[in-house]
């Protein structure tokens, strides 16, 4: 099979052309930061608190930062719940897949942090609540 440069070429000038008038009506300008430049919280501020809890999403707010980075899994009954990996073992005193437990079952699991504090795994809306008019927000699924 002969790949034909004119035709290649063309189909990259193509995209080239259409790619910033595109991103131009999708892409709204970024909110603006307190700092120099923009500072993500991955996972929240998570060196003290558990990751992805709401603990660390105040001390994210508390420390300034600009977003928050936040990991959504699906629990079993189909609620979005704040969690990195799919399972929950090493991170919670339980052991197995989050889509296998339903919400109420992933709530009484115990996030430690490493100050002793004990938290819960947070569910979507109440990171909504936490973060609205404080922090902008990044999701990953």
């Avoid at 930061?33 to 929240?44: D, L, P, Q, Y």
């Avoid at 930062?65 to 959504?72: G, H, K, M, R, S």
């Avoid at 996030?111 to 002793?116: A, F, N, R």
């Avoid at 819960?120 to 609540?129: D, G, N, P, T, V």
């Amino acid at each position: 099979m002969s790949i034909n440069i004119k035709q290649v070429s063309l189909g990259i000038l193509f995209i080239s052309l259409c790619t910033p008038a595109f991103s131009q009506q999708v892409m709204k300008p970024l909110p603006k930061s307190k700092n120099a430049f923009i500072v993500i919280a991955h996972r929240g501020s998570h060196l003290i608190k558990p990751e992805n809890t709401i603990a660390s999403i105040t001390e994210a707010i508390d420390l300034g930062a600009d977003y928050v980075e936040l990991d959504l899994r699906t629990t079993k009954d189909g609620h979005l719940v704040l969690l990195h990996n799919d399972r929950v073992d090493g991170l919670s005193n339980g052991k197995g897949l989050i889509k296998d437990l339903d919400f109420e079952a992933a709530r009484q699991l115990i996030l430690k942090g490493k100050d002793g504090s004990l938290h819960q795994i947070a569910s979507f809306e109440e990171a909504l609540r936490a973060c609205k008019g404080k922090i902008n927000i990044y999701f990953e699924f």
